[in-house]
T-cell receptor, first 109, second 113 residues
Framework: EDQVTQSPEALRLQEGESSSLNCSYT??????LFWYRQDPGKGPEFLFT???AGEEKEKERLKATLTKKESFLHITAPKPEDSATYLC??????????FGKGTKLTVNP | ETGVTQTPRHLVMGMTNKKSLKCEQH?????MYWYKQSAKKPLELMFV???????ENNSVPSRFSPECPNSSHLFLHLHTLQPEDSALYLC????????????FGPGTRLLVL
């Protein structure tokens, strides 16, 4: 059975303080690993898809990386507007996405 | 309208009521999904429709009944719900029969009294 574990559950940073979020996974035949951002009361917003170990993608202050067992979402010099819950999900060969519980990020000014 | 839209955004219903949630996607996708999001839990996949056929029913109680009349519209019919069904219900869509990135709507916040 596919499983996704995200850590930490919550993270508080000061503005400008870089850090990383972790997503550990087990899946039978990874087709894709997805990162989403979710603001309170809203639906998840797509950020990145990673398909194979060694792949990296960047968008503004965010950079996602992938190994055979985990993915990291690196946040460089975060701003208060980066505060959100970040969700990781994996997909095998089916239509199903299996999500982790998310990391709630708070960036203080 | 762009992306994935859901109506209503908020819904309060009694346990004996019947209501429906509506989802519409404007992305030209051919797969649609219903998810349930409860506090402190991961998103739970409920139903998947690919090319208008149900391909996944994730052991969801029969008080939830999905309907996909075409590739752009998805409904979730609700009847005799329980208080523990209170949650955020999210709709998503994707292309290529469900094997590409899923894009989510804003969700319907449901409260069952």
């Amino acid at each position: 059975e596919d499983q996704v574990t995200q850590s930490p559950e919550a993270l508080r940073l000061q503005e400008g303080e870089s850090s990383s979020l972790n997503c550990s996974y087990t899946v039978s035949g990874l087709r894709g690993l997805f990162w989403y951002r979710q603001d309170p009361g809203k639906g998840p917003e797509f950020l990145f898809t990673l398909y194979s170990a060694g792949e990296e993608k960047e968008k503004e202050r965010l950079k996602a990386t992938l190994t055979k067992k985990e993915s990291f979402l690196h946040i460089t010099a975060p701003k208060p507007e980066d505060s959100a819950t970040y969700l990781c999900a994996v997909q095998d060969g089916s239509e199903k996405l299996v999500f982790g519980k998310g990391t709630k990020l708070t960036v203080n000014p | 309208e762009t992306g994935v839209t859901q109506t209503p955004r908020h819904l309060v219903m009694g346990m004996t009521n019947k209501k429906s949630l509506k989802c519409e996607q404007h992305l030209g996708h051919n797969a649609m999904y219903w998810y349930k999001q409860s506090a402190k839990k991961p998103l739970e996949l409920m139903f998947v429709y690919s090319l208008e056929e149900r391909v996944e029913n994730n052991s969801v109680p029969s008080r939830f009944s999905p309907e996909c009349p075409n590739s752009s519209h998805l409904f979730l019919h609700l009847h005799t719900l329980q208080p523990e069904d209170s949650a955020l219900y999210l709709c998503a869509s994707s292309s290529q029969g469900g094997k590409e990135t899923q894009y989510f709507g804003p969700g319907t916040r449901l409260l069952v009294l």
